[in-house]
């Protein structure tokens, strides 16, 4: 049962557009979410999270918003540039005080020149 | 810059063999953790250490063992090798206190013939 799910499993963007990274999950009780870039043959780096009492946090042409009602976030990208090609993951924290977090399945994005 | 070692990029083991893979990271940081990433799977936790000698089993730890003797290191140990446990391998650690990132490494390409 996949608790936090990716449904694009890619995704192509013209340079200078927005791209919008989507991932819904299914408890309630998860409350702290992140999300990482992964380029081919590197592990996946940081980039952005943000806590269930938010619902925007943002780092430069980063954004990511939070609807907790409809358990559901995404990633903004603006504008987009060839750099950000990757596979991006959002990952939930289970509870309160734990170190597990559940990965979606990821999503490609191809940002064209 | 936190740096996380895997101790190989590329492996290729036949059936049945006992397999360890390493990972040391270069921050103190207390906790450790074990992934597995499969195509439309994303990354699934085997096990993770939140301390020197303490494990946790992870959502998948069937077929593994992990050892954490020191601070800086983390094994994951295949007792019997197989074909299913054919997987690229990511180790991450993280500082203590549970809304910190966890840093990767850059992934074992694990082949079992």
Redesign the interface.
């Known amino acids: 049962d996949q608790q ?1 799910k ?1 449904n694009s ?1 890619s995704l192509s963007v013209q340079e200078g557009r927005i791209s919008i990274l989507n991932c819904d999950y299914t408890n309630s009780m998860f409350d ?1 979410f ?1 999300w ?1 870039k992964k380029y081919p ?6 980039l952005i ?1 943000i ?1 269930s009492i938010k619902d925007k946090n943002e780092d430069g042409r980063f954004t990511v918003f939070l609807n907790k009602s409809a358990k559901h976030l995404s990633l903004h990208i603006v504008p987009s540039q060839p750099g950000d090609s990757a596979v991006y ?1 959002c ?1 939930a ?1 289970a509870t ?6 559940i ?4 999503t490609r994005l191809k940002v064209l020149a | 810059d936190v740096k996380v070692t895997q101790s190989s990029r590329y492996l290729v083991k036949r059936t049945g063999e006992k397999v360890f893979l390493e990972c040391v990271q270069d921050m103190d940081h207390e906790n450790m953790f074990w992934y597995r990433q499969d195509p439309g799977l994303g990354l699934r936790l085997i096990y993770f250490s939140y301390d020197v000698k303490m494990k946790e089993k992870g959502d998948i730890p069937e077929g593994y063992s992990v050892s954490r003797e020191k601070k800086e290191r983390f094994s994951l140990i295949l007792e019997s090798a197989s074909t299913n446990q054919t997987s690229m391998y990511l180790c991450a650690s993280s500082s203590q206190g549970a809304r910190q990132p966890q840093h990767f490494g850059d992934g074992t390409r694990l082949s079992i013939l």
């Not at chain 1, 043959?41 to 940081?46: I, L, N, S, V």
């Not at chain 1, 309160?96 to 977090?101: A, M, Q, R």
């Open positions: 936090v990716q499993p702290y992140l990482y043959a590197e592990g996946p780096t940081f999270s806590s993951f990952a924290r309160s005080g734990t170190y597990k977090y990965f979606g399945t990821g």
